[in-house]
């Protein structure tokens, strides 16, 4: 496990972003498996920024995404369908039909996870983007998830709907549930990059990179991955 500390959110960013372009430019038809939340819009942001400055092509790439709100269609404005083209995918060349998320509104949530698990057999991730929950989870898989899980319907818990409750009008607006890459999608990946900015994330950081590998910091199992790079700010690694 490799930690890379950085002064800022914004120094984060570039550094994440600029392994992701690299991996783009070493192998154009890369699968990259990508994330949502606050934590990996300035990644995106930058490159997005190196596509149009330096001409860095998506068309060739494909993309799995770790999660997705269950009840949200694809068009609404809090679906990770939604962010995920607005923060990257209408900002760069890549074809839509390359990119892939969990559908939120499937009539049958089981049907719609073994859809996603035999979809991931098929595209194993050359690198997966990841963000850090502060109770240690990655993707929607929360404290207890066992290490062997494979994409599978979540109940969020009540800390993770108080953290997503900033991105909406209303605490009781944030969906209950999602579909979620499970931790052995994950860990599938051929190399994890995870990105992770502020004091609130400090306990789980140290916990990750330095506790008990347990179910109970679902983060901790990156320890056993022999490819994962770390980027978090000062802030975030104030407790290494």
Do not use: W
């Not at 060739?60 to 939604?82: C, G, I, R």
């Not at 209408?90 to 039909?97: E, G, P, S, T």
């Not at 990655?138 to 969020?156: A, C, K, M, R, Y």
């Amino acid at each position: 496990m490799k930690v890379i500390i950085t002064e800022n959110y914004e120094e984060m960013s570039r550094v994440a972003a600029d392994i992701i372009i690299n991996k783009v430019k070493a192998d154009p038809t890369a699968v990259l498996g990508l994330a949502t939340g606050s934590s990996p819009i300035g990644t995106y942001d930058n490159m997005v920024k190196d596509h149009l400055e330096n001409g860095t092509s998506y068309k060739n790439v494909k993309t799995v995404n770790l999660d997705e709100y269950v009840t949200l269609a694809p068009e609404h404005d809090q679906s990770y369908a939604y962010f995920m083209r607005k923060n990257l995918f209408d900002r760069v060349d890549i074809d839509l039909a390359n990119t892939n998320l969990p559908s939120g509104i499937a009539e049958c949530a089981q049907a719609e996870c073994d859809r996603y698990n035999a979809l991931l057999d098929t595209m194993k991730q050359d690198i997966q983007l990841l963000g850090l929950g502060s109770n240690g989870h990655i993707g929607f898989n929360e404290p207890g998830t066992p290490f062997g899980s494979v994409t599978h319907l979540v109940d969020l818990t009540e800390n993770t709907i108080k953290d997503n409750s900033r991105l909406f009008d209303n605490i009781d607006d944030v969906p209950r549930q999602a579909l979620s890459m499970g931790i052995k999608n994950i860990m599938q990946a051929k190399s994890i990059l995870m990105v992770v900015s502020g004091a609130n994330k400090a306990d789980a950081v140290y916990g990750m990179v330095k506790g008990e590998v347990t179910p109970d910091l679902p983060a901790s199992v990156l320890q056993l991955h022999p490819d994962v790079t770390i980027v978090c700010d000062k802030a975030a690694a104030s407790k290494l």
